[in-house]
């Protein structure tokens, strides 16, 4: 079926309105072909019609589906490998020192992480061996698995359901997992289960990153791979405004290794840690603040 260049422009509009993903002028094969079993499923003989359609529709059900349809769910365990070596090296001791402060002056509060597109969960389960593994390696430290959050969200309502299973296949767990992490799943016949230890770390909410963040908290880090390179200049500006100000004052986020704030944010400092870079907010950002 045809697509025209007002149907394009019509469908991508909605697109953006939804979640802020930009498609660019040639990516007219992203509707066509992601889009294209949906047109199908409500019976629409052109792309107007399916266009009238979703801006008639007022239930959430095809809202996930386009989403679920249009979004990239590209990830892996230890994807990348080197910022979560940072993480280990340079972030999680400081973190470590932190919660200990905080004990001594009887403030209970976990630190926070936030594992911003979080996709079917395997960078907020990675994030959740490092920590656990630098307990055990280092006699607990005097803190315990409680004393560290994970909250994983995803825009994507079927990515996030996966997530929250947490069961993977062989080849998933055999793409990027070293044998030494397995100690932390389940094995049940040819499939894999991240362990109740694991699970109790993280929660899982499905997140809409253009929508407001203002019952989120406060995070200590916040880790936002390989998102900003699907949005537009604006859309990039409004977000890390709004991560700064649900960042705890010296607090670090991490982006995709093609990502930065530069010409963005002047709200970040940038660091290297190790072989990755991290933007670690400014003490006098000028940005809102979280109430």
Request: glycine share 6%; aromatic share 12%; hydrophobic share 35%.
């Amino acid at each position: 079926m045809d697509l025209t260049r007002q149907e394009f422009d019509d469908l991508r509009r909605y697109v953006y309105e939804l979640c802020g993903l930009h498609i660019p002028d040639n990516k007219e094969y992203l509707i066509v072909q992601r889009l294209g079993p949906l047109l199908r499923s409500v019976g629409a003989e052109s792309w107007s019609e399916f266009h009238d359609f979703l801006r008639r529709d007022d239930t959430s059900r095809m809202r996930n589906e386009i989403i679920s349809a249009i979004t990239t769910n590209e990830t892996s365990f230890f994807r990348d490998r080197h910022p979560f070596d940072s993480f280990r090296e340079h972030i999680l001791p400081k973190l470590c020192k932190e919660v200990t402060s905080r004990q001594l002056r009887g403030d209970k509060r976990p630190v926070r992480i936030w594992s911003a597109a979080a996709s079917t969960g395997q960078e907020a389960l990675t994030l959740a061996m490092v920590i656990l593994d630098h307990l055990e390696q280092h006699g607990g430290c005097g803190l315990r698995a409680r004393d560290f959050s994970i909250l994983a969200t995803d825009i994507s309502a079927r990515a996030l359901a996966r997530a929250v299973a947490g069961d993977y296949s062989e080849f998933e767990l055999s793409r990027g997992l070293p044998d030494y992490f397995r100690k932390y799943f389940e094995r049940s016949g040819k499939r894999w289960r991240a362990g109740a230890r694991l699970r109790d770390m993280v929660e899982y909410r499905q997140f809409n990153l253009v929508s407001d963040f203002d019952d989120l908290g406060r995070f200590e880090v916040i880790f936002c791979r390989n998102v900003l390179i699907y949005f537009d200049q604006e859309t990039k500006r409004d977000l890390l405004n709004r991560f700064c100000s649900v960042l705890c004052p010296g607090g670090h986020l991490v982006l995709g290794s093609t990502e930065s704030v530069y010409g963005l944010s002047e709200a970040f400092e940038q660091q290297r840690l190790g072989r990755a870079i991290w933007y670690r907010l400014r003490e006098d950002a000028a940005c809102s603040v979280f109430p």
